[in-house]
């Protein structure tokens, strides 16, 4: 028995697991799904700190910047 790890985008997922249940029976023993979450120890911790920092942008605790804004005095600055 041999065992074949496979990295695919997750739009594409649909298209591989038709591809597995339309193979002819007794060539795939088994498969699973796992996310890549699994893969990546802290992705979890990740998500919930891009969360917790988009409530806070939300609710005005964190100030969002204008790119064009901060952009335009810092070409201003540099010229004077």
Same mark, same amino acid.
Request: aromatic share 6%; net charge negative; no cysteine.
């Given at each position: 028995m041999?065992?074949? /790890? #496979? &990295? #695919?985008?997750?739009n594409k997922?649909?298209?591989?697991?038709n591809i #597995?249940? &339309?193979? +002819?029976?007794? #060539?795939v023993d088994?498969?699973?799904?796992?996310?890549a979450? *699994?893969?990546?120890?802290f992705?979890?911790? $990740?998500k +919930? $700190?891009l /969360?917790?920092l $988009?409530?806070? @942008?939300k609710?005005? +605790?964190?100030p @969002?910047?204008d790119?064009?804004?901060?952009?335009?005095?810092?070409? *201003?600055e540099?010229q004077?």
């Amino acid at each position: 028995m041999q065992t074949i /790890h #496979i &990295n #695919i985008e997750d739009n594409k997922v649909d298209v591989l697991l038709n591809i #597995i249940q &339309n193979l +002819k029976e007794g #060539i795939v023993d088994s498969y699973t799904i796992s996310s890549a979450s *699994k893969e990546d120890a802290f992705y979890d911790l $990740r998500k +919930k $700190r891009l /969360h917790l920092l $988009r409530e806070d @942008m939300k609710s005005g +605790k964190e100030p @969002m910047y204008d790119f064009e804004t901060v952009t335009d005095a810092l070409l *201003k600055e540099l010229q004077s």
